[in-house]
């Protein structure tokens, strides 16, 4: 399936949190990811995303996609994505 | 259709941007706003949108579906959507 990822996460927890996530998933925006994704290994991205999260504090919103085909994506303005290859 | 729009704007400019981006959609977490546009309203979003942003720094990613049902949301942590009522 394809998702896309958005968090809003304490600044303390936050760069944890950017590193699992790109493990998983491709980033496009300082807290959104987006990729193809097995059920399996959401299941262990979430997983580890709650071991770091504060839920109290801390939101993740999954948008999940049959496939990246039924959604399109428009980007305004700059695109981050750049960054990506110089960390 | 069925947006999901997340901004990265510069500090001076977020306060417009949330306002403008609430009279079209749902606020549902930071810099993260979903609902049901029409083609039409979603054009004079981004017009409106391009007048605020900084192009060069700012960006803003539309994700677009054909309707809510292609898209399952599932959040993990605090839903900040509460937040709506207040402000």
């Known amino acids: 399936m ?8 304490g600044e ?5 949190m950017l590193k699992l996530c790109r493990r998983y998933l491709n980033w496009i925006q300082n807290s959104v990811f987006e990729g193809e994704i097995t059920p399996v290994k959401l299941k262990s991205l979430l997983a580890e995303a709650k071991l770091i999260m504060d839920e109290e504090q801390d939101s993740l919103i999954l ?6 085909k039924w959604l399109e994506k428009e ?11 110089f960390l």
Chains 1, 2 share one sequence.
């Open 2 to 9: 394809y998702i896309v990822l958005v968090y809003d996460i």
């Open 12 to 16: 303390k927890r936050v760069g944890k």
């Open 63 to 68: 948008f999940k996609s049959r496939s990246e």
């Open 75 to 85: 980007v305004v303005g700059k695109e981050k994505n750049e960054l990506d290859t």
